[in-house]
């Protein structure tokens, strides 16, 4: 290995250690030991649902030892067998698997028991609803007059569109039977905690998860307006729904200031700014200098890509950026890949020539990055150049949305497995100390 090769396979060994500790930072685990005591009263019901709600699970049921929970959380299909051996799964709630990102008969069968649960909760128990990136899939029950098949039709459409999450949600929102506040409307009178991980941008307690247990602002008219915004081709069934919603036929999602969520109480336990946090911690202990920190960062994927891989060619050696957020990716080809492969790819192309030694990572932190086995990747100034010498060319890969065979020709996809928590996406540049 030459001194060049040796750099940068150590600098390539930092961005990662330094994205694993974000990641330990903001486990179910670690967050729900750290979170603030709960009071509970009465018998104790738990539903949940998303990528860290079997952790959370575990996790509640451990630092409370002397409460008893009964109840049914859902995690995406494959979950339950990836569970770290080294951790006690949860004992006594039961956890199933639904379908994500788009919804399937597990995540409607969850979603009805979430609502029994609620509804058969009396004023002086307790419901604790435990949320996490995924949820909004994973708890699909369609409300009277429309399919789960009209639900899977609309996710889809909306995860090609390029909509960001909060428009995604809005929609969700007002075509859900649990959504929107409706799981705290059903678990009234009875005391409702929620403890969240958050995987949106602003950490709106409305949006995580699509609010089952808070109050929601958006209205029909919102989400007609995104369906027009976009263009979707939505079943007519969904487009009738919203327009009834519109005139008055049906009623809104509750609204802030609703008698019958006032018992309900929200937590956030964790989010991308905590693993930002420890990101830095790390990385200045291993004697970087952090340059800067954005943890707001959303847009179309490429995008970002080159503009982070420009401003990283301004810095200097030794400096580390981060950054945290949610790109999306506006589907025009039929390749493979995701978000944040398709970043790194764009970004390879700005770094191509580069005379210092510098790496770019980027993944998501549930460990899933698009419908594929790789949580992300990386790039370095030599990127380009190696994938032409597997004999793609990154450019046509690039505008064909394919840069997961780019990226795995020359090694550099990041695979961790299922994470089982969810703060959205880091990512890591690096520039070699002189």
């Known amino acids: 290995m ?22 330990e930072s903001v486990s179910a685990d670690h967050s729900l030991g750290l979170a603030d005591e709960v009071l509970f009263s009465g018998p104790c019901h738990v539903v949940g649902a998303g990528k860290a ?3 959370m699970a575990a996790a509640l049921e451990h630092k409370y030892p002397e409460c008893v929970f009964e109840g049914h959380v859902v995690v995406p299909h494959g979950y339950i067998d990836s569970f770290p051996k080294d951790q006690n799964s949860p004992r006594s709630i039961r956890v199933t698997e639904g379908g994500h990102p788009v919804p399937d008969d ?23 609803v435990l949320l996490s990136g995924g949820a909004s899939a994973l708890w699909s029950l369609p409300p009277d007059g429309l ?4 639900l899977r039709t609309v996710n889809q459409l909306l995860l090609q569109s390029g909509a960001e ?48 247990t808070v109050a929601d602002s958006t209205t029909w008219h919102d989400a007609l307006e995104i369906i027009q915004a976009y263009d979707l081709q939505i079943p007519e069934s969904v487009l009738n729904h919203l327009n009834h919603g519109v005139r008055g036929m049906i009623p809104d999602t509750p609204k802030p200031g609703s ?8 937590q956030l336990l964790a989010s991308n700014t905590d693993a930002l946090n420890a990101a830095r ?29 420009r401003k990283i060619r301004r810095s200097q050696p030794g400096q580390c950026l981060i950054w945290g957020g949610e790109t999306t990716v506006t589907i025009k080809g039929n390749g493979k890949g995701g978000r944040n492969q398709e970043l790194v790819l764009a970004s390879a192309f700005e770094l191509e020539g580069a005379d210092a030694d510098i790496v770019l990572l980027s993944a998501g932190t549930d460990g899933i990055d698009g419908p594929t086995d790789a949580a992300g990747g990386w790039v370095t100034s030599e990127t380009i150049q190696a994938i032409r010498s597997q004999g793609i060319d990154p450019r046509v890969a690039l ?22 928590t969810n703060v959205m996406d880091i990512g890591i540049t690096l520039i070699a100390h002189e």
């Open 259 to 266: 008698e019958q969520l006032k018992r309900s109480y929200f």
């Open 147 to 150: 399919t789960l098949e009209d």
């Open 399 to 420: 505008d064909a949305n394919d840069s997961y065979p780019c990226l795995k020709a020359v090694n550099q996809l990041l695979v961790t497995g299922p994470t089982h």
């Open 2 to 23: 030459s001194e060049s090769e040796k750099r940068s396979f150590e600098l390539v060994k930092a961005a990662k250690k330094i994205f694993h500790a974000a990641i």
């Open 53 to 55: 709600a079997m952790a």
């Open 165 to 212: 999450i909060h428009e995604i949600n809005t929609l969700r929102k007002h075509l859900s039977a649990i959504k929107g506040g409706w799981l705290a409307k059903a678990a009234w009178p009875a005391k409702l905690v929620t403890l969240a991980i958050s995987d949106v941008i602003g950490d709106n307690p409305s949006v995580i998860g699509s609010g089952p």
């Open 106 to 128: 597990g995540s409607r069968q969850a979603a009805t028991d979430a609502l029994e649960i609620a509804h058969s909760c009396g004023e002086e128990d307790t419901l604790v």
């Open 281 to 309: 911690k790390i990385a200045f202990e291993m004697g970087y200098h952090v340059a800067d920190i954005d943890n707001a960062v959303h847009g179309e994927a490429r995008d970002i890509g080159e503009r982070v891989a």
